[in-house]
């Protein structure tokens, strides 16, 4: 018939398939967040970069050195790989565009992780981007009458 369980199921360890503990290691939430962060402002580095090809100027330096320190904070001083100087251009009215969404992005988590530095670096890097699209093309502008 019914043969009640002996010894509850422990949330402590995790076991697979076989039933042997998984050798799996596991990270905290903060973890998660900090490799998420890293990921997102390593992926706006790299749209930096190609906008430093495309438009060069003293910004998008300052900003692609701010980044580059950052992610290496998050990713415990491993400094991001960056894309050799030459690579595939874009247009950069839509590397404005996808910076601009990446940076929105990084915002997010830095927010949900309260990082203060990162949140207000993305959010400056939010309104650099918008203004520059807006500059290539004010016609897009919302304040059209």
């Known amino acids: 018939m019914y043969e009640p369980i002996r010894s509850g199921p422990s949330r402590r360890s995790v076991h697979t398939m076989a039933g042997t503990p998984s050798d799996v290691p596991h990270r905290s939430r903060e973890e998660e967040l900090d490799i ?3 990921g997102h402002l390593a992926a706006l580095l790299a749209v930096t970069d190609e906008l430093r090809e495309v438009a060069p100027s003293a910004d998008l330096d300052t900003a692609a050195a ?25 247009e950069a009215a839509a590397l404005h565009r996808r910076a601009h969404a990446l940076a929105g992005r990084a915002l997010v988590v830095a927010a949900s992780r309260a990082d203060t530095a990162v949140a207000i670096l993305a959010a400056e890097r939010m309104d650099a981007h918008a203004a520059a699209e807006q500059a290539e093309h004010p016609e897009l502008s919302g304040a059209a009458h």
Do not use: S
């Open 36 to 38: 998420q962060l890293a």
């Open 66 to 90: 701010r980044l580059a320190e950052q992610v290496a904070r998050l990713r415990g001083g491993h400094a991001p790989l960056r894309a050799p100087a030459g690579g595939a251009l874009g």
